[in-house]
């Protein structure tokens, strides 16, 4: 795909940019290990949505290293992906030194992984600050993310603090994560930081629907910024036996005890960073971000970030499209007609082919989980 | 495709057959230059709809000789085809002699062809009747057909008769020539022969129904049935130039006589045989013909003669259709997944998709001219 996106009207001519020294002690921990099925047929297990180049600005993973570069340089940058995926996501993230983009030995969810990188970038500094980020996210103002986080790493840089970024919501979605907000403890660099008083999941639609008109919500993000003895305490007190199996990893050498990585990882508790400590401790505090943020969760996102033709289309220059408006196509190869048709997404891949409604693109993953059910193995 | 056709319903157990010396002078003269863009992305200019296998029971071409041999063998089988086509027009019909499959010298539409084609038949049979029969079309009812074409071919041997067979209208379309009934004049072997008032080329929408109310009126399927001396004393009548110009080139040696018909043939005047004989002589009659015709004239009309799944879709073993209903789908090669997506059809080539709303699937050649004047000729 070409770029298409949108201008965006860049909020933050006159606010001030990020303080170098805020970044001085920050580590990036970049969760790359994640396989979903809504880009099917783009996306498949070894092509998950963070390899897919799905705005024409490159792999959202190589976005969003790119876009942390200036104040969080490759050498603190630390990758986590799987076996399946690492030759993939090294190839994506030529500058990331090899021995810092991590193949998870067995798939334990993002909580083992965070513990493992903190017991790593604590023997680089003792003051080291964790930046969790997701890597299939887009953020159009990457300049007011920078001083976000640049408020942020201030904020965590005082030992027991953990902060998370929240986003401002949009719509009652009930596939997120709601974080609801305390009162304001700070406003650093133009930035308000609060206490977050409670973390929700997944909340049903007239919770969601609450959640949006009190204005007292934000979105999860899964974006977190914590010291790494923080985050350790934290896990020690909520997971014993996690922080021992992580402790026992670290004394034989960490990430480069292969054998014993092999051995204990798998056997930590599969869990999320949200659920594992987030939804636990206190001490959490909330910047609200407005970043431009979207996690692109199904082609109907996409069509909505793309440029469109008059017609509302979003589609290559090969492709005639009569009295069809408010179609998605994807074809990189193939001449594409369309006749009378709307509200499509059209998406063509060397062995696949997906026509759906754009307003249930989301559930391209029920299909997907069918192909397995029937072995499809060679289109998952 | 697979053989998906609905069961027929022979009704014609107990009609008699035909007797074979109702076709002991018969030769048939199938016209297989025509091109079409209305199955476009399957159909080229390289592959028209008479070499395509719509309906998994082998290509039209091929059904209408087999449909036809147990009474016109392929010894007394012609058939006109353009140079493009030829070669794979000789692959698709093997049993047929080499030098009866004559690729015109330029495209002078059916009437110069049906022409050259009766000198040929003559000089073999001065007694010969010509059937000369589209390739393009199914007809579920081959029995019948056979039947009808016997009455024909009996009553077109009395000399100056000439008869064509009418399809009864089942819609007031405005895409084909209606052929007004006159009185009954014969009843042959179970056929009724009427003669035929008028002919009318695709008349405005409120006439096609007038007629279609009526019950006088025939659809023309451009089926011929006549003696060969009587097509050329009534083309030497209506186009004396046109008729100079044949016995010229047969005067030359026919078929055989490769210059003369290269440079006579090309000056003919450009017509079809309705408009230059049927609509104009006398002596004309049509047998009303119930033979299960279809002319095929666009995907929708593929898929209401295919079987359907449980949702209407018509589709490959290959797919996954979730919340789908009444769709069409070619893709022999690709895995197909559709996501509440309804009444479209879904074509897929090496090199093109189109996806369209199936009422709509007629306006197909509109992008095709959209892709000449584009100058995309591998598409066309």
Redesign the interface.
């Known amino acids: 795909m070409v770029e298409r996106l949108p201008k965006i009207s860049w909020s933050g001519t006159s606010a001030p940019t990020h303080r170098e020294p805020d970044f001085e002690h920050a580590y990036a921990v970049i969760l790359a290990g994640g396989s979903g099925t809504r880009f099917?047929?783009l996306s498949r297990r070894r092509r998950p949505k963070q390899l897919l180049d799905l705005l024409g600005r490159g792999p959202l993973l190589a976005q969003t290293v790119r876009r942390i570069r200036s104040v969080i340089p490759a050498e603190r940058t630390y990758v986590f992906t799987n076996e399946l995926l690492r030759a993939d996501v090294s190839r994506c993230l030529p500058g990331i030194p090899r021995d810092q983009i991590v193949a998870e030995p067995a798939a334990r969810n993002t909580a083992p992984s965070v513990g493992l990188a903190a017991h790593e970038i604590l023997r680089r500094d003792p003051d080291a600050l964790m930046v969790v980020l997701p890597s299939d996210h887009i953020i159009r103002k990457p300049a007011e993310f920078r001083q976000v986080l640049g408020a942020a790493c201030r904020w965590a840089a005082t030992e027991g603090r953990s902060v998370t970024l929240g986003l401002k919501p949009t719509r009652p979605d009930t596939g997120y994560g709601y974080i609801r907000k305390g009162a304001r403890v700070a406003r650093i660099a133009g930035q308000d930081i609060y206490g977050a008083e409670k973390f929700t999941e997944k909340p049903p639609l007239p919770t969601a629907r609450r959640y949006l008109t009190s204005g007292r919500y934000l979105w999860n993000g899964g974006m977190f910024i914590w010291r790494a003895s923080t985050l350790l305490e934290n896990l020690a007190c909520c997971h014993p036996e996690m922080a021992r199996g992580l402790a026992q990893i670290s004394s034989a050498g960490g990430l480069r005890a292969g054998a014993t990585l092999r051995r204990v990882f798998p056997k930590l508790e599969k869990i999320s960073i949200d659920y594992a400590l987030m939804e636990k401790i206190s001490n959490i505090y909330v910047v609200a971000a407005d970043i431009g943020w979207s996690d692109v969760g199904s082609w109907a996102v996409v069509y909505e970030l793309q440029r469109k033709d008059a017609a509302a289309n979003v589609r290559p220059p090969r492709s005639?499209c009569?009295?069809s408006q408010g179609n998605m196509i994807v074809?990189p190869?193939?001449?594409?007609?369309?006749?009378?048709?709307h509200d499509?997404v059209?998406v063509?891949t060397d062995?696949?082919?997906?026509?759906?409604?754009r307003?249930?693109?989301q559930?391209?993953g029920?299909?997907v989980q069918?192909?397995e059910r029937r072995g499809?193995a060679p289109?998952l």
Not at 333 to 341: D, I
Request: hydrophobic content about 55%; aromatic content about 8%.
């Open positions: 099917w047929p005639i009569l009295d074809s190869r193939k001449f594409v007609v369309t006749v009378g048709v499509l059209i063509e062995d696949a082919l997906l026509v759906a409604a307003g249930r693109s559930e391209v029920k299909a069918e192909l499809y289109l």
